[in-house]
T-cell receptor
Framework: KAGVTQTPRYLIKTRGQQVTLSCSPI?????VSWYQQTPGQGLQFLFE???????NKGNFPGRFSGRQFSNSRSEMNVSTLELGDSALYLC???????????????FGNGTRLTVT | DAKTTQPNSMESNEEEPVHLPCNHS???????IHWYRQLPSQGPEYVIH???SNVNNRMASLAIAEDRKSSTLILHRATLRDAAVYYC???????????????FGKGTKLSVIP
């Protein structure tokens, strides 16, 4: 079974630009969540999608958004990039059922975003 | 938010057992205790999870205190490949809107000495 796939692996953008990152979950997994990892703040939760609906959201500004498609693939978008957005962006999928969460998170290897 | 507290770092000799502690005094009755580890340049990897009873799998064992306010991840024989940052997190078993208050914290950096 293929793992969680994130593309691209590395990305360099300029301040003010926008970026879209992609995540393909493990087949059959309906929950996809996104995280930002920086040396200073550690791993921080961005948002979670389940069956194309954003189910939970962390404390990030509105510049960070996401969506999930009918095949459970997910994208996150960051608009008006700032230097502080430089980070490793991770996505994870799990086979949670509706209303119930008892499954491990399976992470991809992330997209390393550098904003110059 | 249910939060966890872990030591910043620990050291172990190769082939010795390792006990990684985690405190979660504000855990709620529906929170599962999950452990993940992260090697350099990789995403976190699932290790083990449990609710109330101790759990064993091929990677590790999880010992949960009777009051559930703390837990210990046990690696029975540390190898060099076990050197990683270990995260203890709480995940609510209820998945409705507003339930996902996932906080990873800084984790414990485990060094394994040959």
């Amino acid at each position: 079974k293929a793992g969680v796939t994130q593309t691209p692996r590395y990305l360099i953008k300029t301040r003010g630009q926008q970026v879209t990152l992609s995540c393909s979950p493990i087949s059959g997994h309906r929950s996809v969540s996104w995280y930002q990892q920086t040396p200073g703040q550690g791993l921080q939760f961005l948002f979670e999608y389940f069956s194309e609906t954003q189910r939970n959201k962390g404390n990030f500004p509105g510049r960070f958004s996401g969506r999930q498609f009918s095949n459970s693939r997910s994208e996150m978008n960051v608009s008006t990039l700032e230097l502080g957005d430089s980070a490793l962006y991770l996505c994870a999928s799990s086979r949670d059922r509706e209303g119930k969460r008892n499954s491990p998170l399976h992470f991809g290897n992330g997209t390393r975003l550098t904003v110059t | 938010d249910a939060k966890t507290t872990q030591p910043n770092s620990m050291e172990s000799n190769e082939e010795e057992p390792v006990h990684l502690p985690c405190n979660h005094s504000t855990i709620s009755g529906t929170d599962y205790i999950h452990w993940y580890r992260q090697l350099p340049s990789q995403g976190p990897e699932y290790v083990i999870h449990g609710l109330t009873s101790n759990v064993n799998n091929r990677m590790a064992s999880l010992a949960i205190a009777e009051d559930r306010k703390s837990s210990t991840l046990i690696l029975h024989r540390a190898t060099l490949r076990d050197a990683a940052v270990y995260y203890c997190i709480l995940l609510s078993s209820y998945s409705g809107a507003g339930s996902y208050q996932l906080t990873f914290g800084k984790g414990t950096k485990l060094s394994v000495i040959p």
